[in-house]
């Protein structure tokens, strides 16, 4: 009965992800997550009490995705700096192609027209970049002119307007390649022995995971 529910949940996120993405907060109903889903309103409103529920569902799943992605990039033994081009890939792909990071990302833009609180953005992201760029400076992988609590606002800021602007101009279809440049235009400032172009190729090949 549990795992039922539990999938009947999973259903209805998804479902209720896709719409809002495609047609936005407003422009989305139950009755058309009914209806997508397969599931009644009824079972609807059993496991989210309303529309408002169910965006703020949606957004908390965009959020939740990021420690696994995080912990998997920590995980490897390459130097800190080389993680830290790698995850922001992994992410810039998620973006892309999760609904449910795309649908998050779209609803906490339309925020204002939601009446929930929803979660903070960036803020994660800001320390995790910072304690990332801690590390890498400790490695001795750092440029002595590169400031971690300086720079890693300034990293995410740029990283999330790369995304708004790729999302305006092609869907983020070019995404990957729009990355790579912002990428060789920041590590020359970043890396204490610059070598922007052997570090994309490394991070874009496909590699295991090792502790």
């Known amino acids: 009965m549990q795992d039922r529910a539990e999938e009947t949940r999973k259903v209805v996120l998804q479902a209720a992800a896709h719409l809002f993405f495609e047609r936005g907060y407003a422009a989305t109903s139950i009755s058309d997550i009914s209806e997508r889903s397969g599931r009644t309103s009824g079972a609807i409103y ?68 939601i009446p929930v609180e929803m979660p903070p953005p960036f803020v994660d992201w800001i320390a995790t ?51 790579a440049h912002f990428w060789l235009l920041l590590l020359p400032g970043l890396q204490a022995d610059p070598a922007p172009q052997a570090l994309l190729a490394k991070v874009r090949r496909p590699h295991s995971t090792s502790a």
Not at 50 to 68: D, G, I, M, R
Not at 70 to 97: G, M, N, Q, Y
Not at 104 to 111: D, I, N, P, Q, Y
Request: aromatic share 8%; glycine share 2%.
């Open 129 to 179: 970049v910072e304690q990332m760029l801690a590390r890498a400076h400790a490695e001795g992988d750092l440029a002595p002119e590169a400031e971690p609590s300086r720079d890693a606002p300034t990293l995410v800021a740029a990283f999330f307007g790369l995304h708004t602007v790729s999302d305006v101009l092609d869907d983020r279809k070019r995404i990957e390649d729009r990355l």
């Open 46 to 113: 059993f496991h989210y009490t309303n529309k408002e529920q169910l965006a703020l569902a949606v957004v908390q799943a965009h959020f939740a995705s990021w420690p696994a992605m995080i912990a998997h990039h920590e995980a490897t033994s390459e130097p800190t700096l080389e993680k830290l081009v790698r995850l922001s890939f992994t992410v810039a792909r998620a973006f892309r192609d999760d609904v449910l990071v795309r649908a998050g990302a779209r609803l906490w833009a339309e925020r204002r027209t």
